[in-house]
């Protein structure tokens, strides 16, 4: 990591607005990775090479009113596709805190609200590999995050009990759209276990409201991880309830090398024929900033059909590194 020190008064109260001067910090990080992956199945085209940058910049310091602000943006060139003067800049926020009011933070890009914090399951969104390659249209709705969206951790009254909400307010291009709230809760009270429920509400659309729920739970003992999570959406529009139900395994085998095995099945009311289903296992091993990681994964009826081109496989090695 390098951290460029001592950036003070002029480079943060300019953006930040306060009325008194306060030193602060900006550091500088970034990753970088390496990848092949193979599709197998009725494909054309479907082997690649692909790679990822990012660069972060993290910035903040300690108000002479015991506040914390911090500042954070993701450079990822061509991630955010708004505009194309702006598509260098990805995911950034604003983040005010202290220990006796909590968190409050503003994502103007890439926010999450605090249900979709929680939705990824727990073999790792297996089906987001498959969705939208070939005839693939299995996936899970959630509540709505994305842009402008406002998010507030309460200061902790419990130990081990954290709570979240967030909102997003209802300006959309979509006429008749409403705001969306979302509450979230995780308890990591007792060694090795943690355990959270999120629900919230996509309002986006004026004729599809999603309200949407997520429970999820882990349990570390020795060198196993055992973990299930399963996320429902209940839909406006009739028969378009969705759920995803996901376990996974994993193995410690030192602090460098570990193994997953996991499952996810995606079950769509609208289409009752058949679930869609995946199951996979990875491996990952760290040596330094440097990680690599190889998995394989195959999915089944990945458009709720049993025809034969609606089942994949697919296989990745990746080298990555944080700096």
């Known amino acids: 990591m390098n951290t460029i020190k001592k950036i003070g008064l002029t480079a943060l109260a300019a953006s930040l607005v306060s009325t008194s001067a306060f030193a602060g910090e900006l550091a500088v990080t970034g990753s970088a990775s390496m990848s092949y992956e193979n599709y197998s199945g009725n494909l054309s085209n ?8 990012n660069i972060y910049f993290k910035g903040g310091g300690e108000l002479d009113n015991g506040l914390t602000v911090a500042v954070s943006y993701e450079l990822d060139d061509g991630a955010n596709s708004d505009t194309a003067s702006t598509s ?27 249900q979709g914090a929680l939705d990824t399951t727990a073999a790792g969104d297996m089906w987001d590999n498959f969705d939208g390659t070939g005839v693939a249209t299995a996936k899970v709705s959630s509540s709505l995050s994305g842009n402008d969206i406002m998010s507030y951790t309460l200061p902790t ?26 509450y979230a809760a995780t308890y990591t009270g007792v060694d090795g276990l943690s355990v959270s429920y ?16 997520t429970m999820k739970a882990s349990y570390a003992y020795g060198s196993y991880t055992v973990s299930g999570s399963s996320t429902t959406s209940d839909q406006q ?18 602090e460098n090398l570990s193994f997953t095995v996991g499952m996810e ?11 869609a289903k995946y199951q996979g296992i990875s491996t990952a091993y760290t040596a330094g900033s440097m990680t690599v990681s190889a998995g394989y994964q195959e999915a089944e009826n990945t458009n ?5 081109d609606a089942d994949m496989e697919y296989s990745y090695i990746t080298l990555g590194f944080a700096f």
């Open 237 to 254: 529009t009739a028969n378009a309830d969705k759920k995803a139900t996901s376990y996974a395994v994993s193995y410690t085998v030192s």
């Open 88 to 114: 260098v800049w990805d995911n950034h926020s604003i983040n005010v805190s202290s220990d006796s009011l909590g968190s409050f933070t503003l994502s103007g890009h890439g926010g999450s609200s605090a």
């Open 265 to 275: 099945k995606i079950d769509d009311e609208a289409n009752v024929t058949a679930d």
């Open 46 to 53: 479907n082997k690649y090479f692909t790679q990822s940058n």
């Open 304 to 308: 709720f059909t049993k025809a034969t």
């Open 157 to 182: 009254m419990a130990e081990g009990i954290s709570l979240t909400a967030s909102h997003q307010a209802s300006g959309s291009a979509v006429a008749g759209a409403e705001s969306s709230t979302s």
């Open 198 to 213: 999120g629900m919230g509400e996509n309002n986006s659309s004026s004729t599809n409201k999603i309200d949407a729920s």
